[in-house]
């Protein structure tokens, strides 16, 4: 099967772990903890975050781990979300919406992944951009379809169309930028609602709009993908927010939380084991707390090792 899948990804291993007040608003799938549970939720995040790495190395997926030294970074375990990789050697760093969560962008992290791949450019308007208030979150802002270079994202405060429209200019993708709304609410990050895997499509059609579904099916069909519609409750429970990734074996593998493998019905379960393993972790705390799931924690390497 034909894919653009990698096994090296890297992870952000969180110091303190919790509900962020910047992004309380606009996020739905985060939930607020008190000042007298924030101890607990941050030692219960990185016990998580612990045996979800120890999984994914124990299936022999490469993780390249760092750790969050700043006590002022709640959301630092969501490292896709300011820097992503691809295969042409680009490294491209994104503005973010919350205060709090700009810190995250790190030199180091970036001077690692140049002294050990191969980097042809790094992109950073990041600062540019987030004093003109308009945002791009990552892959959260967008989903990939890295084989076909399609691009997709659902509008809201954290994903401006016009860098989206720049993006896809710049990485030679095509774009589909689209509105989903629950409860009337725009939802915040597209990798909530939509998962793009070498075969599979995870997708909530419920919050979106008639015409936006059309379309979508219409790509989707024509990529040759098996979409896999989930309901509000299973998006609600990060079925949505999942990851395909292969090991050093080139076995592929669906990557989710333990509370997304619990809502998949038989008949979904029976159409993800025809292409994919799945592996799950709990990630209650995280998932909770945080407001973003599996997929969410893990940024993908798609740069080439460099040669010694």
Partial sequence: ?????????LMIK?????????TLHDNIFQRANSVSEKEIVSDNARIEFKNFVKILKD??????????????????????????????GTIYLYPMF?????????????????????????????????????????????????????????????????LFNKWVFEMGYKGFFFNAHDNSKPI????????????????????????????LKKIFKKNNKVTINITKSQMHNFLGNVIELKNNLNQLFLIMSTKAYRCITEKQLSIINKYNKILHSPLDVIENYGGGGARCIITEIFLQKKMK
């Fill in 1 to 9: 099967m034909k894919s653009l899948v990698t096994n090296k990804i």
């Fill in 14 to 22: 969180p110091n303190i772990f919790g509900s962020n007040p910047e």
């Fill in 59 to 88: 299936n022999g997926i490469n993780v390249v781990e760092f750790s969050t030294k700043s006590t002022n970074l709640p959301d630092s375990i969501y490292s896709n979300n300011w820097i992503s990789t691809h295969p042409d």
């Fill in 98 to 162: 919350s205060h709090n969560r700009r810190g995250e962008r790190r030199s180091d992290v970036v001077n690692y992944l140049i002294k050990n791949y191969n980097v042809n450019k790094v992109i950073d308007d990041a600062q540019f951009y987030e004093k003109k208030q308009i945002f791009l979150e990552g892959t959260g802002s967008l989903v990939l379809d890295r084989l076909n270079k399609i691009a997709f994202a659902n509008s809201s405060i954290r994903t401006s169309q016009i």
């Fill in 188 to 215: 915040y990050h597209t990798n909530v609602i939509l998962s793009i895997c070498s075969k599979l499509v995870f997708i909530c059609f419920d919050v979106l709009e008639k015409s936006t579904v059309y379309y």
